[in-house]
């Protein structure tokens, strides 16, 4: 900054104080002021104002970059968080699929498991069916040959029941 620019700096400084120190807050904030600044000189205040902009501008211009810069990384870096939050669902996908296989193996298993346990109580069934129709055979023949001898019986019965005599017909005449 250059000299001008700081006279009239501390000129202001000075204005500041006295208004501070003395409690000038009744009267006009332009009053006075032109008692107790120095005249300012148009080309001082040009100086100043490209000093100060001199002084500044390669700072905000640096700023404005950065934020620029960190504005781009932000948006990288939340492109990369969907991107990578995108991965995690899919594995979360991946072992829910996993987890379906596992399930379905499980249930397939149980289902070979139930079909070997039907194919045997159908063999069993067939087995006792089997044999519930030899029994009824059987049954039947023994029950067919009781019938039979009893009808033997009966028949052996009336062969051995006496029978009476007929007379012939030389007793009748007689």
Known sequence: ???????????????AELCRLYGSSDASPDEGVVEDLPIIDEKAVEQLTEGLISHYLPDLQRSKSALHELTQNQVVLLETLEQEITKFKECNYILDVDALFSEAKHYHSKLVSIRNEMMMLHEKTSKLKKRALKLQQKRQKEELEQEQQREKELEREKQLTAKPARRTSKQNMQ
């Open 1 to 15: 900054p250059s000299a001008a620019a700081e006279t009239l700096w501390c000129g202001l400084c000075r204005r």
